[in-house]
């Protein structure tokens, strides 16, 4: 089951309509780069991240469901990539250095998290003090669908309200994704200096 569950969320993530290449892009990711990707799933944006950051960077792969991260270094070694570090979630404080990363991101995983300006205001030690946190997450569209249904998704003002009250400002925001926001943060700067 954790197979299959892993493969349908890779097929969705490298679906076309769900535009990989053009989050990848945006994201503008450079080779030594450190990057968090919360939530991984099946690890589709663990792997491309590996690649892009390459043997001097590292990709911490979190997520609350061991199976995943087993899988996702499986692949990673069938691959040849050696660069990323498993994480369950509640060993993030210990496990991901302070003021380590380049990115942290997050897709489709924002409504999952309990406690949210607790959870943002302690990933904020975790980043440099350039550095961003990438959130996509479905927003509500017109149309009856499991989303909205289950009310697996956050409207994008929520978001940026939630994260201005947490220490952070948009730094910028595509509108590309049918289905989804997609907003990339950074910390404020008077904040930044108080960690």
Do not use: C
Not at 130 to 138: L, N, S, T
Not at 155 to 174: A, F, L
Request: hydrophobic letters at 35%.
């Amino acid at each position: 089951m954790g197979k299959l569950k892993a493969w349908l969320f890779n097929r969705k993530a490298s679906s076309r309509k769900n535009k990989p290449d053009e989050v990848s892009k945006a994201l503008g990711l450079q080779p030594g780069q450190n990057i968090a990707d919360i939530g991984v799933g099946g690890g589709y944006f663990s792997l491309r991240f590996s690649e892009a950051v390459g043997d001097g960077g590292v990709v911490y792969a979190i997520d609350t469901d061991q199976g995943f991260l087993e899988l996702l270094l499986m692949n990673a070694e069938g691959k040849g990539f050696k660069n990323i570090k498993t994480v369950p979630a509640p060993q993030i404080k210990s496990l991901v250095p302070d003021k380590s990363l380049d990115l942290i991101f997050l897709r489709n995983v924002f409504h999952h998290i309990e406690n949210r300006a607790q959870y943002f205001e302690r990933l904020s030690s975790k980043l440099k003090a350039e550095g961003k946190i990438a959130i996509i997450e479905y927003k509500s569209t017109g149309r009856f669908n499991f989303h909205k249904l289950f009310r697996h998704y956050v409207p994008q003002e929520e978001i940026i309200e939630e994260m201005d009250e947490t220490g952070y400002t948009v730094h910028k925001s595509y509108d590309f994704l049918p289905e989804q926001s997609f907003t990339i943060f950074s910390l404020k700067k008077m904040d930044s200096n108080k960690r």
